[in-house]
């Protein structure tokens, strides 16, 4: 008898390792490649797996009214690595969840090199996997090497997408001045691992805010290669100067927006706008400016944010970058357990899927894991309820949201889908739609964010509801594990 093959994960980011870890704790022996040392890309600095290239935000952690805090719940519930790394190297950022992303690493590192059911490969897997790798999740993210590019094109006959994405500078805290800023979340708000008081602020008159737009719009961006010429921007992480482009006041209605937050220098003085900036790492000796992804060369950029008050002297741990991301045309190419159609023997996870965001392609890194090990065991595999922030974004992947008829579906995915398919982060317009409360507890008439609030929550509880019968019904129960 012919033995079993492993399952084969290529890629050693969020998504490959969380699809790794998931698999193996279900009972699949599993070997994840990673090419990094041997071969690095243009954005990664170390070998370590799941390295965090652009923030070490996860954005928020509440689990009640935001999406991506009940995907952050649903992930814990299913035995998230990511989460459980994130959680124990967690910084303090107000309501969200922000991480030392040295630590982040070295965790998720050292948990799949013990784990005893997964293997680490080092190296490139240039083109298409051997035919006898049976089981194969590729998760190899926006930064697909060429040969593995060029090959999944090859038997798919589509055109993958393209976005720019933009990284943020980080800053070193002992150059800022603090004469000028001052610490504070927006309204105070402190949220887990925070005090309230969890960003830097800069704050900005209207004459230095005009100036720093004049400034930003006058500055010299790197020039795009002939392939990039083309390429679109993801909307959710635009560089800075793309969104001055937009309208003088765009910022102000953006990141540098001024709601919430007194100057205790000028308590009297509302600034026109505020620069946040966000803690990096766990000595707090590394601030990430909030929403300053930006394509700038290094000299504008020193010298433009630079202008920002109580940044005077900033000195740069990293200045910011850009490198180009690509995705899958996943509801035409994958079916919904994320199996390439003409080739089921691959599967795919992450951000190549056509989800934004660390966590969104953690969170498709549990699906495929549970999948191919599934597969592997020779047992079926449930789909997450649409309900759930985990079936959601299935649905935004794979098309599942279509309830037209077959035909209008099937025209859907021939046309419809190639023109609007984009990444996605995680989102309650994703969820299917719920019956909003009218009354609150005492008869009263809810309106405006009460009404909206009341909407959030009533999703949430569904979802944790259908997530637990979910994982009640599951055909693969984790195995003892602890992350």
């Known amino acids: 008898m012919q033995k079993k093959q492993p399952i084969h994960i290529i890629g050693g980011g969020l998504a490959g390792s969380e699809a790794a870890w998931q ?18 890309t243009e954005a990664h600095k170390t070998d370590g797996l799941a390295e965090l290239v652009c923030s070490n935000s996860f954005r928020s952690d509440d689990a009640e009214l935001n999406a991506v805090g009940l995907l952050h719940y649903e992930m ?7 989460m459980a790394a994130g959680d124990a190297h967690r910084l303090p950022a107000g309501s969200a969840l922000a991480v030392d992303r040295v630590g982040f ?8 090199q013990a784990h005893p059911r997964i293997t680490i490969e080092r190296g490139e897997v240039a083109g298409l996997p051997p035919e006898d790798w049976d089981n194969v999740i590729i998760a190899t993210g926006p930064l697909t090497s060429k040969a593995l590019s060029e090959a ?35 309204y105070d708000k402190p949220g887990p691992g ?15 805010y005009n100036a720093f737009i004049d400034a930003l719009l006058a500055g010299e961006t790197t020039e795009f290669k002939e392939w990039e010429k083309n390429t679109p921007y993801f909307d959710g992480c635009l560089p800075i100067e793309v969104m001055a482009a937009r309208g003088r006041e765009t910022l102000r209605f953006g990141p540098m927006k001024p709601v919430g937050l007194t100057n205790p220098h000028a308590p009297d003085q509302k600034p026109y706008a505020v620069v946040q900036l966000r803690q ?28 920002i008050p109580g940044l005077e002297n900033a000195r740069f741990a990293r200045l910011g970058g850009l490198h180009r991301n690509t995705f899958l045309n996943s509801p035409v190419l994958l079916d919904q357990s994320l199996r390439l159609k003409r080739q089921p023997r691959l599967r795919f996870a992450g951000q190549i899927t056509g989800v934004e965001g660390y966590v969104e392609s953690a969170a498709v890194g549990i699906l495929a894991g549970r999948a191919a090990a599934a597969q592997y065991l020779g047992r079926p595999f449930e789909l997450p309820p649409p309900t759930t922030a985990l079936g959601a974004l299935l649905n935004h992947i794979t098309g599942g949201h279509f309830t037209g008829s077959r035909e209008e579906a099937a025209e859907y995915k021939k046309l419809g889908a190639r023109r609007t398919f984009q990444p996605m982060n995680i989102n309650f317009g994703l969820f299917p ?15 405006g964010k009460e009404r909206s609030h009341a909407r959030k929550r009533a999703l949430t509880r569904r979802a944790r509801a259908d997530l637990e019968q979910w994982l009640r019904s599951q055909n693969l129960p984790l195995l003892a594990q602890e992350a």
């Open 76 to 82: 814990r519930q299913c035995g998230s690595l990511i």
């Open 433 to 447: 739609p719920i019956e909003t409360p009218k009354w609150d507890a005492d008869g009263n008439r809810l309106k």
């Open 194 to 208: 925070g005090t309230g008081a969890d960003y830097i602020n800069c704050p900005l008159s209207e004459a230095q």
């Open 23 to 40: 698999a193996a704790n279900a009972g699949a022996p599993v070997i994840l490649h990673e090419m990094r040392p041997a071969t690095m």
């Open 105 to 112: 690493s070295n965790m998720v590192t050292a948990k799949l």
């Open 152 to 186: 999944i094109l090859s038997i798919t006959d589509e055109d993958a997408l393209a976005f720019f994405d933009a990284i943020a500078p980080i800053v070193y805290r002992d150059s800022i001045n603090f004469d000028i800023v001052w610490f504070q979340s927006r």
């Open 280 to 307: 990096d790492n766990a000595l707090g000796t590394l601030w990430n400016m909030v929403g300053f992804q930006t394509k700038l060369k290094y000299g504008a950029q020193t010298s433009i944010f630079r202008m």
